[in-house]
């Protein structure tokens, strides 16, 4: 599949999503540990959602549910079968050292969403959206991840349904992004699996790529092989519509050098929120 791009100074910008959503059921994928946000760390947890040896989870009839009226949705195509696997990597806030998530037999494929942008209609196109769930949160005490004293642990989201959807990179700017997610949040409450108001609901991460200008042909398509070759910067955990609008915008986040590009700290885009990890 081919990317959308816009030119600016010779050079075209591709974006992609990962979009985050956390979907809205009364217990946890995996266990029957309530979702309500408690006023205590660590309350809203049992062996299953803490990875403790033995515990077996048991799939949330309620958040296939969901997910499949997400798919619907988007028009996406429904297996007769889905599977779930480990996503092994180590951080504070992931008590098994592993993420049940989904790979090669995502809940939902192949879909679409419609958007209107200054009354033009655009379709980007949605490669996947499985199921997975979220890790517990991190707070840091006496300043940032960089600076803090020490960081607290707690567990209670740790195991809170999360739908990942994957766009293609089919994103001309910025402002097509935000009324993705503007449509995408819209979509999600009118189903009614989606809270918005609930802190973290959505987190974003942007793919960005940065091609020349003369690789995007007439209709705004840039090649996959031009794509692949393309240095590529991951902006990870952006919490807000505004965010999601302004990262794509930044030029320091993305210096077309043709070396990895990473964050600034000079740059006050990016020193606002998230974190950015550059890939050839």
Known sequence: MTAHAVESEGLATVIGLEVHVQLETDTKIFCGCSTEPAEKP??????????????????NEGAVEAAVKVGKAIDATIPAETTFHRKNYYYPDLPKNFQITQYDAPVCADGELEFTVEGQRHTVAIRRAHLEEDPGSLSHQGGSIDTAEYTLVDYNRAGTPLMEV????????????RAFLAKLEEVLE????????????LRVDANLSIVDGSAVAEDGTVDDGVLEDANRTEVKNISSHKGAHGRPTCRRCAWPTGKSRSRSPSCPTHAASGSARSTA
């Open 190 to 201: 009118y189903l009614g699996v989606f809270d918005a108001t609930r802190d973290g609901s």
């Open 42 to 59: 660590n309350t809203n947890t049992c062996p299953v959602c803490l990875g403790l040896p033995g515990a077996l989870p048991v799939v």
């Open 166 to 177: 994957v766009t293609e990179p089919d994103f001309r700017s910025p402002d097509e992004v």
